[in-house]
């Protein structure tokens, strides 16, 4: 398998601080997926932006795995509830015009 | 410049604890960190607020300092140098004070002019990485333009970005773009780009999300008889057949004709017509003499 887009854990523990086990335990609660590539760990480079906004909300709020998950839900939902107002606006506009 | 009650920001009493003070800036900070407020300036505002407070309220130095000169902040610095001078005279030339700082980004002219910008960490212990500033930008399109997935570069703060813009994009609708705000502070990531598509429309089509609706005239004689005509969709003309006794308002659904769903290619919403069926106005002698006929035909 092609590891080109692919970034190696121990290179995010270094450049992050951060222990490898906080990976693992990210990858068993599903908020991020590891692959194991040649015996290696690594994780594609487009979750880098998520597992950054992971490493800030434990590091700079102390918010622990499990925290993280629940604001990732709810953030989706306000997303879910942003876009859908937002559709509910344009509808409006629709009658309003 | 105007002074900033630290205090007030952390929402704390002036007698409190280091303890209090890290409580009081945990609780602020989980409640308007950038993450948890996506695309929020009023809470990003607050949290640099938080962030500057907590900086000098949290290392004892700083806040002997802010305690000591408060609301006559702006003499703080002729009474540090005649103290500093007067400590190397007694000690033999040992810096003393604030120093070093250099750096600072993102905070108060307040803060600046009395800390001089980041402030002291005191234990030499690891400077907080803050997140660069999100930018905010407008695009302004038009229904047409949006129609179709093209490709457009922007200046954003004198830097040009070459931006995809997907087929089906929703007015209103704010697209992130990773890395392109502003600069870290502290070794911190860059700021995000977030775009908020404005789309005018200037079309016959009413949209809502994937659909899209029509008000087609109708001649009254092909609406009673039936026929067919010619009518205009988002990327041409279509011809469609029109059944005898067609009503006014009769709507009919033109399956693919609507618009590009977003982010699926090759996926159409559909396209709702009502019909209006245009009475004839302005009748000549004839055509009153035959309706009359028409009309008596109805009742007999």
Sequence with gaps: MNTENFIPLSTLSIHYKVELT???NLNEIGLIEIQTINQT???HQDSIYEIEKIIR???ELDVNIEGIDVVFNLLQKIDALQTELLLVRNRLQLYEN | MAFIDYYKILEVDKKATEADIKKAYRKLARKYHPDLNP???EAEKKFKEINEANEVLSHAENRKKYDEYGENWQH?????KSKRQQQQYQSGGQQGGFGGFGGGEDYSDFFESMFGGRASRGGGGRSPQYKGQ???AELHLNLKDVYTTHKRTLTINGKNIRLTIPAGVENGQI??????????AGGGPKGDLYITFSIENHTDFKRDKDNLYENVDLDLYIAILGGEITVNTFDGKVKLKVAPGTQNGTKVKLKDKGFPVYKKEGQFGDLYITYQIKIPKNLTEKEKELFTEL???RTS
């Design chain 2, 295 to 297: 009309s008596k035909l």
């Design chain 2, 134 to 136: 999100d930018f905010n």
């Design chain 1, 22 to 24: 906080f990976f693992d």
């Design chain 1, 57 to 59: 909300l434990h590091q």
């Design chain 1, 41 to 43: 760990q690594y994780v």
């Design chain 2, 39 to 41: 695309n929020n300036k």
């Design chain 2, 175 to 184: 697209i992130k773009i990773a890395g392109h705000g502003g600069e870290g």
């Design chain 2, 76 to 80: 703080a610095e002729e009474f540090e």
